[in-house]
């Protein structure tokens, strides 16, 4: 695995000039952050050696090197889920690249199902803890010494730096920042509405299908992470209904601008790049 790692970064290294101090994850429908940033390289997925590929709809298959606010970022465009079928370590293996091309910190993002009741579609809410309903870990089997240690601390699995940031940041332009929890289910299906109530029972404000396994990867590689959900539908008792992907694209679409300035506006602001 290490020399998978390390062959990937090596191509990477070759083919950019860019030195990112920021890995972004871009989720579902959220893909006009590129817009913001002065695009230096595009590296489709399908070029980069030990690289999985992209297959949902509405998922892009990029790294994307250049500068968002002026710091040298790359970006992936499209993730790799678990629900489509790659091993919890395939999904993590892009992160884990990025790390040996040197970043400093992880800005995630997601698509997510809200079930905090005062949670509206479109929202913001940055993620300040999370519950793990995926069945295994991307760290289980042999440690990869090289990355991190075999129990990873998870007592502040999201950087307070970076959320701090972020509250002054949002009030700054103007957006509504929810804070909470994410519960992280492997999917593909939606919540039954059982499920949904339970979920809320035991503490998550908003549920997607993704994220986890990164926020696991970046602990053990010791990476500071800023992941945020975008509230794309509202699952509360009394307000059950019909969830499609359509529907979670188009809402996810409409607040990917709020969400790119938050997370310039954090980069521009975070100690981590140095
Ligand atoms: N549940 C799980 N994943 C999701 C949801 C949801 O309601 N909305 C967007 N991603």
Redesign the pocket.
């Known amino acids: 695995m290490w020399k998978k790692l390390t062959e990937s970064a090596d191509y990477l290294l070759s083919r950019t000039n860019i030195r990112p101090l920021t890995g972004i994850v871009l989720g579902t429908g959220l893909g006009n952050l590129i817009n913001d940033v002065s695009i230096t390289n595009t590296i489709p997925y399908s070029e980069i050696p030990n690289f999985p590929v992209t297959t949902v709809e509405g998922h892009h298959g990029n790294l994307i090197f250049g500068h968002l606010g002026g710091k040298p970022v790359v970006a992936m465009q499209g993730r790799f889920h678990y629900y489509e079928g790659f091993s919890m370590v395939e999904t993590v293996f892009p992160l884990r690249v990025l790390k040996l091309l040197g970043i400093r910190q992880a800005f995630l993002s997601n698509?997510?199902?809200g079930i905090n009741p005062d949670y509206q579609v479109g929202e913001i809410m940055v993620i300040r803890d999370h519950i793990n309903f995926f069945p295994e870990s991307p760290l289980r089997g042999k440690n990869i010494d090289e990355l991190g240690t075999r129990f990873p601390d998870m007592s502040e699995p999201y950087d307070r730096n970076l959320i701090r940031i972020a509250h002054s940041v949002a009030a700054k332009i103007g957006i509504t920042l929810r804070e909470g929890v994410y519960l992280g289910?492997p999917?593909p299906s939606?919540?039954t509405p059982a499920e949904y109530t339970h979920y809320r029972m035991i503490g998550a404000d908003a549920?997607?299908?993704s994220t986890i396994p990164e926020v696991l990867a970046a602990r053990h590689m010791n990476l500071p992470v800023f992941a945020v959900s975008v509230v794309?539908?509202v699952?509360i008792p009394g307000n059950f209904s019909e969830?499609t992907h359509e529907e979670?694209q188009i809402a996810a679409n409409r607040a990917a601008s709020d969400m790119a300035k938050l997370f310039k506006g954090v980069i521009m602001e975070s100690p981590y790049q140095i």
């Open positions: 698509a997510a199902g289910n999917g939606f919540e549920i997607g299908m794309t539908n699952a969830n979670v």
